[in-house]
């Protein structure tokens, strides 16, 4: 059969999955359908943020522990959505609960610095190379922080971002997060003409209404793994660019991997150009090793942002860096918040860090990420399904593309039909994923072999019915 019309049959497939599997997912979960009629009254799409939407309605969760969910109908899963990327801890843990029950007892909040926040600044400068941090509230907070200091350190305006990247829902960075394959093609010169297929770099486009039209002029966009591209905007403008912000591992389109050789010459252009480079790492910090792509990789931003895992469940962010950079923050740049640093943030963090994720919780983790992929691969081939599964320690995902991606226009490749038709069919087979191919599983360090049996037994019965 010809590649064509195997896509074609596979898709028809997936299409033919997808119904069944999500009628049988609307039977199953009638009480998050009644919550649902109840939190659109109130809240838009019936959830506290766009990410948590979902057709015809989310499905609400009622409580987790350990590897486990419960949602409002009393259905269990095994957990892999992992809060987008926060539970490497799990649900529940018992040093985690008791961290926040002391904090509590001890008071939740002051808005003035406590030794559990010195003690969790000291430990994420040590496990992550920095000379000096910040704690804030989110990974959005982190990387507008991070920005800022960039522009006030460099006296510059001008910010470089990757295709394909998501950083939060600040004004600067909500440009070509999820570009539609018909304005791909669009090229602009480096001074922000729209130019033909040979112009410098990819059309910077809204991801949003409502940011301000002029802050386009702010934020210039190159592919991941191409230092080439990027030398070429830095040869032109490199003098008016603060930063280059990206994730040194994509994991907001599955996951993308930097090829060989490509951190090593942002890091070289970055420093050469007298750019800021700021490191992402919202969703690779201490989760794809215990110091992030920092640690895996080995080389240096000038500037690293963190969220998510390093809370242990607790809202948090950070960000932090060389010491001369984030001097300006005692200098003129603004850097603040009631909440940063509160005592309740402060000890889940800490706790979670020095108590819970430690090298053998690594292990554990890097053990089953192996065991989850490899069950997939397998899968994957014998029922020759065109996909790759992604393997990093805590994190990693199944992207319906025979190749690994090398950047966002392959994860535009990706078959979405098959994803679509997995995520209902993973749901009623008690896997708790997220809605979206852009996301990845998320490992704790409370999983066990036989909870990763279950996705993969799910998951290759899902392959062979594909495969009809
Ligand atoms: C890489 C990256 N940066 C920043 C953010 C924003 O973090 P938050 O949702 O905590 O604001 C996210 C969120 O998913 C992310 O994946």
């Given at each position: 059969m010809s590649i064509d019309t195997d896509t074609e049959r596979l898709t028809a497939r997936a299409r033919e999955i997808s119904a069944r599997e999500h009628e049988r997912l609307l039977e199953r979960t009638r009480g998050s359908a009644r919550l649902y009629e109840r939190a659109a009254r109130v809240l838009p799409l019936g959830v506290a943020s766009n990410f948590q939407a979902n057709d015809p309605y989310p499905i609400y969760l009622d409580r987790g522990l350990g590897s486990h969910v419960w949602d409002v109908d009393g259905k269990e899963y095994v957990d892999y959505h992992g809060g987008f990327g926060v539970n490497v801890v799990g649900h529940a843990h018992p040093k985690i609960v008791s961290a926040i029950e002391q904090a509590a007892r001890r008071g939740i909040h002051f808005a003035v610095t406590t030794e559990p926040?010195?003690?969790?600044?000291?430990?994420?400068?040590?496990?992550?190379?920095l000379e000096r941090?910040?704690?804030?509230?989110?990974?959005?907070?982190?990387?507008?922080?991070?920005?800022?200091?960039?522009?006030?350190?460099?006296?510059?305006?001008?910010?470089?971002?990757?295709?394909?990247?998501?950083?939060?829902?600040?004004?600067t960075v909500l440009f070509?997060?999820?570009?539609?394959?018909?304005?791909?093609?669009?090229?602009?010169?480096?001074?922000?003409?729209?130019?033909?297929?040979?112009?410098?770099?990819?059309?910077?486009?809204?991801?949003?209404?409502?940011?301000?039209?002029?802050?386009?002029?702010?934020?210039?966009?190159?592919?991941?793994?191409?230092?080439?591209?990027?030398?070429?905007?830095?040869?032109?403008?490199g003098d008016e660019i603060a930063a280059l912000i990206m994730e040194p591992i994509m994991m907001n389109i599955g996951i993308v991997v930097p090829q060989p050789g490509y951190l090593e010459a942002v890091r070289d252009l970055c420093s050469k150009h007298g750019v800021v480079l700021i490191f992402d790492e919202v969703k690779s910090g201490a989760?794809?090793?215990?110091?992030?792509?920092?640690?895996?990789?080995?080389?240096?931003?000038?500037l690293a942002c963190f969220a998510k895992a390093i809370g242990g469940?607790?809202?948090?962010?950070?960000?932090?860096?060389?010491?001369?950079?984030?001097?300006?923050?005692?200098?003129?740049?603004?850097?603040?918040?009631?909440?940063?640093?509160?005592?309740?943030?402060?000890?889940?963090?800490?706790?979670?860090?020095?108590?819970?994720?430690?090298?053998?919780?690594?292990?554990?983790?890097?053990?089953?990420?192996?065991?989850l992929a490899g069950g997939c691969r397998t899968a994957i081939e014998e029922n020759r399904i065109p996909a790759h599964a992604v393997d990093l320690g805590a994190k990693g995902c199944v992207s319906y593309r025979p190749q690994p991606l090398q950047n966002y226009r392959d994860f535009l490749d990706c078959n979405a039909e098959l994803f679509t038709a997995s995520w209902p069919w993973l749901?009623?087979?008690?896997?708790?994923?997220?809605?979206?191919?852009?996301?990845?599983?998320?490992?704790?360090?409370?999983?066990?072999?036989?909870?990763?049996?279950?996705?993969?037994?799910?998951?290759?019965?899902?392959?062979s019915e594909l495969e009809g």
């Open positions: 926040a010195v003690a969790l600044a000291e430990e994420l400068c040590r496990r992550f190379r941090v910040r704690i804030v509230n989110s990974g959005t907070e982190a990387t507008m922080d991070a920005i800022r200091v960039a522009r006030a350190a460099t006296g510059r305006e001008i910010v470089l971002k990757i295709e394909g990247s998501y950083h939060g829902h600040h004004d070509s997060v999820v570009p539609e394959a018909d304005v791909l093609g669009l090229r602009q010169t480096t001074s922000g003409e729209a130019a033909d297929s040979a112009g410098d770099v990819y059309r910077t486009i809204p991801t949003s209404k409502g940011v301000p039209k002029v802050m386009a002029e702010y934020t210039l966009i190159v592919p991941f793994n191409d230092a080439a591209a990027l030398e070429h905007v830095l040869s032109e403008r989760t794809v090793a215990p110091g992030g792509a920092i640690e895996l990789y080995g080389v240096q931003p000038d469940g607790a809202t948090i962010g950070a960000f932090g860096g060389r010491a001369d950079v984030m001097d300006v923050v005692t200098r003129g740049a603004a850097q603040q918040g009631t909440f940063n640093g509160n005592p309740l943030t402060a000890r889940a963090g800490l706790v979670a860090l020095t108590e819970v994720l430690t090298p053998d919780a690594y292990e554990h983790l890097a053990k089953l990420g192996a065991r749901l009623n087979r008690s896997i708790f994923m997220t809605p979206g191919d852009e996301e990845q599983w998320t490992i704790g360090v409370q999983h066990t072999d036989e909870d990763v049996d279950r996705y993969v037994e799910a998951f290759a019965e899902f392959c």
